[in-house]
Structures are given as C-alpha cells and as structure tokens.
C-alpha cells in the first residue's frame, strides 16, 4: 500500500520528528539528576551518541522510541508497524535495529556497560529509578573473613 500523505505533508511530519532531547529522554535525565547522578549527553565519540553517559563508572543509559527503534515487547502499542508504505518503513525500521544492536556491541567491547530503557516503560513508570539506581551502583562489596 502506498504512502496515505502527500510527499510535502509527509516530509513536513518527518521534520518535526526529535532524534534527541525527547520527551521520554527528558523525563529519564530529570528523574536520574534528581537522584543525585551526574552525567554528560550525547557524546559523539560513544558509538550511538549515548542519551546519558557516566564517565566514571564507564556506563551509558540509551532512551528509545518504541517505533524508531522496533521494541519487541509484544504488549507495546507504541512498536506497531505502519499499515502504508512497509516498502519503505520494514527496511528503515530493520536497519535501526541492526545499527543499534552493532552499537551495543561495540560500546560492552569497549568496556561499558549499557542500559536500554524503552518509551513505553518510561511513561507508564515501571520501577525506572530503581531500574537506574540498580544500573548505576556497584554492588556492595562483599566482606571477606580471614581465618
């Protein structure tokens, strides 16, 4: 099925859409700076720009969009497929999903470790600061007793 707008309506759409600082994205810097972290944005020397980047503890949170990037999770509405134009959608779409699985890849043989939170979960607020705060804090160290 072809596209349902106009090629000008359509490339007027896609010119409002963000690629960062994103609703979702400020909602996950807001509530991570609140509890008491402190982070850079976007740093193009990371593979995928990373939404938030904690240089000390070598780790990255990447905030995303259901759609752009295909969340898989099958109870997500926001991840549906258009129903016009999948010529052109399925491709783009898949190859979102190829580059940020290379990313990931690329970022943990780097030596970072990396946290992906999804659209849907940040606006239905599906425990993400504890999400966060477990992310982020090492694990208390164990004692070791010497006998």
């Known amino acids: ?25 400020m909602i996950v810097r807001r509530l991570t700076h609140a509890m008491g972290y402190r982070y850079r944005i976007h740093r193009t020397d ?6 938030l980047v904690f240089p000390g503890r070598r780790k ?8 752009w990037h295909r969340h898989e999770d099958p109870a997500c509405a926001k991840a549906r497929l ?4 999948q010529d052109y959608w399925l491709p783009k779409l898949e190859r979102n999903m190829v580059r940020d699985a290379d990313h990931l890849t690329t970022l943990q043989l780097m030596g970072w470790d990396v946290l992906v ?12 600061a504890e999400r ?6 090492p694990p208390p160290a164990t004692q070791e007793t010497s006998q």
């Open 46 to 51: 990371l593979p995928g720009k990373p939404d």
């Open 1 to 25: 099925m072809a596209d349902t707008v106009t090629r000008k309506r359509r490339s007027e759409i896609m010119s409002n859409i963000r690629g960062k600082d994103t609703k979702p994205e």
């Open 82 to 85: 258009p129903k016009s134009n």
């Open 132 to 137: 966060i705060r477990q992310f982020l804090d």
């Open 117 to 128: 939170l999804w659209e849907c979960e940040i606006e239905k607020d599906t425990g993400i």
């Open 60 to 67: 990255v949170i990447f905030v995303h969009g259901c759609f």
